[in-house]
T-cell receptor, first 114, second 110 residues
Framework: EPEVTQTPSHQVTQMGQEVILRCVPISNHLYFYWYRQILGQKVEFLVSFYNNEISEKSEIFDDQFSVERPDGSNFTLKIRSTKLEDSAMYFC????????????FGPGTRLTVL | GQNIDQPTEMTATEGAIVQINCTYQTSGFNGLFWYQQHAGEAPTFLSYNVLDGLEEKGRFSSFLSRSKGYSYLLLKELQMKDSASYLCAINAGNNRKLIWGLGTSLAVNP
């Protein structure tokens, strides 16, 4: 069964460093999302992406964040200069068409900023 | 604004039935999801309601009342493996982003 994959599973970085979190959505899916979940808190929407552009972003998704679909299969989230409060689990999700409702989630990347 | 409320914790006994409630106030409602999340793992899809009424899926059922801004997830014949967090999420807006509740941590005891 097709699934969303994410790498790495765990990323440790120093404050101020850039990180890139990678996702490979399900191949025929057209809509892509990033969410994050700080330990003990609720899952939060970061950004949605369709047709090679951001379709919506939350207040969390400021200038430090960017997303890219560089090669038609990978979907990346970049944090330019990480802060301690960026430590969280980051989930990628994808959805097949505009009429479909279910988002399929990847296993997540745990980002730890020291 | 957007607000989704769920009880923080619940406890139940193996073999029993438990109902987890969710109330919400959101703009742009495209449906309500229930997800299960084990610690340190991704949310996994359980159910989706877009119209009022009950949706049944094996041991799990979910109910929605849009006029009341209310949903519940019903778990029957509880098993130990059902110990997890249950997340209520609203599918909102044109881009169908998910707005999440904090989740209900369910402990199933023998």
């Amino acid at each position: 069964e097709p699934e969303v994959t994410q790498t790495p599973s765990h990323q440790v970085t120093q404050m101020g460093q850039e990180v890139i979190l990678r996702c490979v959505p399900i191949s025929n899916h057209l809509y892509f999302y990033w969410y994050r979940q700080i330990l003990g808190q609720k899952v939060e929407f970061l950004v949605s992406f369709y047709n090679n552009e951001i379709s919506e972003k939350s207040e969390i998704f400021d200038d430090q964040f960017s997303v890219e679909r560089p090669d038609g299969s990978n979907f990346t989230l970049k944090i330019r200069s990480t802060k301690l409060e960026d430590s969280a689990m980051y989930f990628c999700a994808s959805r097949v068409t505009s009429g479909a409702y279910e988002q399929f989630f990847g296993p997540g990347t745990r980002l730890t900023v020291l | 604004g957007q607000n989704i409320d769920q009880p923080t914790e619940m406890t139940a006994t193996e073999g029993a039935i438990v109902q987890i409630n969710c109330t919400y106030q959101t703009s742009g409602f495209n449906g309500l999801f229930w997800y299960q999340q084990h610690a340190g793992e991704a949310p996994t899809f359980l159910s989706y309601n877009v119209l009022d009424g009950l949706e049944e899926k094996g041991r799990f059922s979910s109910f929605l009342s849009r006029s009341k801004g209310y949903s519940y997830l019903l778990l029957k014949e509880l098993q130990m493996k059902d110990s997890a967090s249950y997340l209520c999420a609203i599918n909102a807006g044109n881009n169908r982003k998910l707005i999440w509740g904090l989740g209900t941590s369910l402990a199933v005891n023998p």
